[in-house]
């Protein structure tokens, strides 16, 4: 903003000093002329008030020319001018010889005065109104080279959007292919690996539903049905206790759903992931505790975990966490609780969504 301001102030810099270089080549065109054509001169006075008064005509009547559109206004505004002028000129004129100055044109007679001093305000009218239709020119013609850029500017812009809906779309086609390559591949797996081991073939089979649900199972607004999630974080318990023999100490509290309850996706199996990351889940002293419940209008999720120790866990990055903070805040705004409790020992956290903030159709 700096800058322009003093761009700005440059290039008027510079306009005043070719106007002022300007006058001073005509006031010495005219004087230069006068005194070898005429062969006279009037005193220093008489010059400078006339040719201020004649320099504010100029600069008035190009406001006139450049700043109003409507002819009548133009025709009434000019004929005030010119009568201002010759008013002007009079005030001057008596008021000089009053004080004893020789002037060009004197008092003596007053209509040779009305007549040249019309003709003088004619002429730089005239002068004015060249000058005023030559800045429109000029203006109008900047007016269409920036029009005429910006719709260039625009088209640019355009091809871009289109280039990167392109590329955005080829690349939205090859990710669609990449997740089939890779469900095939685990179906493949899945059904050699069945028969010799029936657990691995489950687990497969669970690490199959559990990607495809990441990945894929939104509706057109980004949102999965909440039981769904409810389903899928059973997978995931499943999957871990197939993992550790069954060994894992985790107790689940989940209610029964009989609402369609529309949530943005993957936010408690990420928390429940991050239980089977960072918990200690082989103590039965403190054993996991996961909760989903809908009751009193809102959806309660908690989970409760005993720390492996304090050094493994602090060597978490908070990113998981973080993400879920802001998803949460753009999904919903403040119209949910998102808490953390840690100890030395436990983690918790607990998670609160009323259901009128969600899209809900009863089944």
């Given at each position: 903003?700096?800058?322009?301001?003093?761009?700005?102030?440059?290039?008027?810099?510079?306009?005043?000093?070719?106007?002022?270089?300007?006058?001073?080549?005509?006031?010495?065109?005219?004087?230069?002329?006068?005194?070898?054509?005429?062969?006279?001169?009037?005193?220093?006075v008489d010059y400078v008030s006339h040719?201020?008064?004649?320099?504010?005509?100029?600069?008035?009547?190009?406001?006139?020319?450049?700043?109003?559109?409507?002819?009548?206004?133009?025709?009434?505004?000019?004929?005030?001018?010119?009568?201002?002028?010759?008013?002007?000129?009079?005030?001057?004129?008596?008021?000089?010889?009053?004080?004893?100055?020789?002037?060009?044109?004197?008092?003596?007679?007053?209509?040779?005065?009305?007549?040249?001093?019309?003709?003088?305000?004619?002429?730089?009218?005239?002068?004015?109104?060249?000058?005023?239709?030559?800045?429109?020119?000029?203006?109008?013609?900047?007016?269409?080279?920036?029009?005429i850029s910006l719709g260039l500017q625009?088209?640019?812009?355009?091809?871009?959007?289109?280039?990167?809906?392109?590329?955005?779309?080829?690349?939205?086609?090859?990710?669609?292919?990449?997740?089939?390559?890779?469900?095939?591949?685990?179906?493949?797996?899945?059904?050699?690996?069945?028969?010799?081991?029936?657990?691995?073939?489950?687990?497969?089979?669970?690490?199959?539903?559990?990607?495809?649900?990441?990945?894929?199972?939104?509706?057109?607004?980004?949102?999965?049905?909440?039981?769904?999630?409810?389903?899928?974080?059973?997978?995931?318990?499943?999957?871990?206790?197939?993992?550790?023999?069954?060994?894992?100490?985790?107790?689940?509290?989940?209610?029964?759903?009989?609402?369609?309850?529309?949530?943005?996706?993957?936010?408690?199996?990420?928390?429940?992931?991050?239980?089977?990351?960072?918990?200690?889940?082989?103590?039965?002293?403190?054993?996991?505790?996961?909760?989903?419940?809908?009751?009193?209008?809102?959806?309660?999720?908690?989970?409760?975990?005993?720390?492996?120790?304090?050094?493994?866990?602090?060597?978490?990055?908070?990113?998981?966490?973080?993400?879920?903070?802001?998803?949460?805040?753009?999904?919903?705004?403040?119209?949910?609780?998102?808490?953390?409790?840690?100890?030395?020992?436990?983690?918790?956290?607990?998670?609160?969504?009323?259901?009128?903030?969600?899209?809900?159709?009863?089944?």
């Open positions: 903003m700096a800058n322009g301001y003093i761009r700005i102030v440059k290039r008027g810099s510079k306009l005043i000093i070719y106007h002022v270089v300007g006058w001073l080549a005509f006031i010495a065109f005219e004087l230069l002329t006068i005194h070898f054509v005429a062969g006279r001169m009037s005193n220093t040719y201020f008064i004649n320099i504010i005509l100029f600069y008035t009547n190009t406001v006139i020319i450049t700043r109003n559109s409507q002819y009548l206004s133009r025709a009434f505004l000019m004929i005030f001018e010119i009568g201002t002028y010759i008013l002007c000129n009079y005030i001057l004129n008596y008021t000089l010889e009053h004080l004893g100055c020789v002037i060009q044109r004197p008092m003596s007679s007053i209509y040779p005065f009305f007549i040249s001093s019309f003709w003088r305000c004619l002429y730089f009218i005239g002068l004015s109104s060249c000058y005023g239709f030559a800045v429109n020119l000029i203006n109008s013609k900047l007016h269409i080279s920036n029009l625009k088209e640019r812009d355009q091809a871009i959007l289109e280039k990167n809906l392109l590329l955005s779309q080829n690349n939205y086609l090859r990710a669609q292919v990449k997740p089939h390559l890779f469900f095939n591949t685990l179906n493949f797996v899945y059904n050699s690996v069945y028969k010799a081991s029936p657990k691995a073939g489950e687990a497969v089979l669970l690490l199959s539903d559990i990607t495809r649900y990441s990945i894929s199972a939104t509706d057109e607004n980004g949102l999965v049905d909440l039981r769904k999630e409810l389903a899928h974080l059973v997978n995931l318990i499943e999957l871990n206790q197939l993992r550790f023999n069954h060994k894992l100490q985790i107790q689940t509290h989940f209610c029964e759903i009989d609402t369609e309850y529309k949530i943005i996706p993957l936010v408690f199996l990420t928390l429940v992931e991050n239980v089977f990351k960072y918990g200690d889940l082989f103590d039965s002293a403190y054993p996991a505790i996961i909760k989903l419940e809908v009751k009193n209008q809102k959806i309660h999720f908690s989970t409760f975990n005993k720390k492996v120790n304090n050094n493994q866990f602090n060597k978490s990055t908070g990113i998981g966490l973080s993400n879920t903070a802001k998803r949460l805040q753009i999904a919903y705004y403040d119209h949910y609780d998102f808490s953390i409790n840690e100890s030395q020992c436990t983690y918790q956290i607990y998670i609160t969504i009323p259901t009128q903030t969600l899209c809900s159709v009863a089944t």
